[in-house]
């Protein structure tokens, strides 16, 4: 998949041009190579023997009950300490300044604007109208000149809401407005791989609609591309929030994002690990876009699935010290439509870069497979297993049944309390430093009340697992638009996982 040799100007092209445009957009990664794509969500191999374990498994509950369900527990908790550990290092790892790239101002400034290369902006929409003015004040705050900018606004064919909110606001004027065939999947990915074909740029980087960036976060970019080794494909920004004290949710959300792109991303840049990308400011060499097949247009975590084909790929990515803001969930509803979307991409990915596992060892190494395991498999279906605890720990204390008892003989009991204490301080203890660090006073509850947080996630997990099972490429639509910006957008008062 690979964006078009000489792009014709938006608006010219041939209903010959779209219709190729659209089927590499949607099945470019599955023809160049079928394993790679999610288009179908279980390889038989991989069906056959989740079935054979859910078959002895039941089998072994009617046969021994007691016994299975100890072993399971065991299991249950080696993978929560496992996690928690790996969770650790990777934090104390992201603690080290060289961990993340930084380029300061001046430095970012000093770049004439004819040595700076041609960059594009992907930003796909889908029935947002209330944010695309929030585009234009962003795309024109960029400090970037004009003649070596392309920013392309993607948009449904059919999204008459959007496209005519467009036209009032004036976005032509700013952006050029590409309209994407309407056909399914209806994803992100899909539009993104369909605005490659009009793509100029030697750097292409995606921002959602709503997102505020860094005046200054392309320049920055250009001068870490100059600085890094060559292998460096793609370079990350970090995300945070303009609301993050509307609500507790909201503070809980920027919690997230502050350890997760303040720490344990570049915890995983200094460690060498895949780095699944989030969702919007992840910076791409163009020409690495086209030799690793860009976006799958059936994964819904599609920047998560390209960064871990960059790394099998032998590049990587780095992490940079210049923030986006984005509007935080302030609904929990939509939040949880958002989060199970999240879970469902990354079993999704898993699951395809698992399906020739031998393969994937050999291009990630055995550490990066076991984190790339426990990051994508282990965190979704973590959040799914923490019900269940939760409820034997609240059957527990309410009536200390005996099969409770049964369950957590000494060997297990105490490494499930090591689990539950240290495992749980570790964690709030992670995110008060993260929300020091990035200067807001007001992530203090939050920080402190993120279990509460943990058991939203749970919802979203089980929910996400449910949806992969039963229409693995569905994707979910986040609605934005339900708060205010903050009328100063700095990071100490918003900073802020994917994504």
Not at 93 to 105: E, F, K, P, W, Y
Not at 130 to 146: C, F, K, N, S
Request: with cysteine; charged share 15%; aromatic share 10%.
């Amino acid at each position: 998949m690979t964006a078009s040799a000489t792009p014709p100007p938006v608006g010219t092209e041939t209903p010959q041009f779209r219709a190729a445009a659209l089927a590499d957009a949607i099945n470019g990664l599955a023809r160049k190579d079928p394993l790679a794509s999610a288009a179908v969500a279980f390889v038989p191999w991989q069906r056959n023997t989740a079935l054979l374990v859910l078959a002895a498994i039941a089998a072994a509950l009617a046969l021994a009950p007691v016994a299975t369900l100890t072993v399971i527990t065991v299991v249950s908790t080696a993978g929560y300490l496992a996690m928690m550990a790996d969770r650790i290092l990777l934090f104390t790892r992201g603690l080290d300044a060289s961990a993340i790239v930084t380029v300061t101002d001046a430095d970012a400034s000093a770049v004439p604007d004819e040595d700076l290369p041609a960059y594009t902006i992907l930003v796909p929409a889908y029935d947002e109208p209330e944010v695309v003015g929030d585009l234009i004040v962003a795309m024109t705050a960029l400090d970037y000149p004009a003649d070596k900018l392309q920013v392309l606004l993607l948009l449904e064919e059919d999204d008459d809401v959007t496209i005519a909110a467009a036209r009032r606001a004036g976005v032509s004027e700013v952006v050029e407005v590409v309209l994407v065939p309407a056909a399914d999947p209806r994803t992100k990915p899909k539009a993104c791989n369909y605005g490659l074909h009009f793509a100029t740029g030697d750097i292409v980087t995606i921002f959602d609609a709503e997102d505020l960036p860094d005046p200054l976060q392309l320049r920055r970019v250009v001068v870490a591309f100059s600085r890094l080794p060559a292998t460096v494909a793609c370079i990350q920004a970090k995300l945070a929030f303009h609301n993050g004290s509307q609500n507790l949710l909201t503070g809980w959300f920027t919690a997230d994002y502050a350890l997760w792109f303040g720490y344990l991303l570049p915890g995983l840049m200094k460690s060498r690990s895949p780095i699944p990308l989030g969702g919007t400011s992840n910076h791409l060499r163009a020409d690495v876009i086209a030799e690793v097949g860009a976006w799958d247009g059936f994964n819904v975590t599609e920047d998560a699935d390209l960064g871990v084909r960059i790394a099998a790929s032998g590049y990587s990515t780095a992490v940079l010290d210049s923030t986006t803001l984005e509007e935080a969930n302030s609904d929990p509803i939509n939040w949880i439509r958002q989060r199970s979307r999240w879970y469902k991409g990354y079993l999704q990915t898993w699951l395809v870069h698992m399906r020739r596992p031998a393969r994937t060892w050999r291009a990630l190494g055995p550490v990066g497979t076991y984190r790339f395991t426990l990051l994508l498999a282990g965190t979704p279906l973590t959040a799914c297993i923490n019900m269940t605890f939760w409820s034997l720990t609240a059957a527990w204390i309410l009536g200390q049944p005996s099969v409770i008892v049964a369950l957590f003989p000494p060997y297990i009991y105490y490494f499930s309390l090591l689990s539950l204490i240290v495992g749980n301080v570790a964690t709030i203890y992670m995110y008060l430093v993260a929300s020091r660090e990035s200067g807001n006073a007001s992530l203090l509850i939050p920080s402190l009340t993120m279990p509460l947080y943990w058991v939203m996630m749970s919802v979203a997990a089980l929910k996400g697992c449910w949806q992969l099972l039963r229409n693995p490429s569905y994707w979910e639509k986040t609605f934005h638009g339900l708060s205010v910006p903050a009328s100063s957008p700095a990071q100490g008062d918003d900073a802020g996982d994917p994504r």
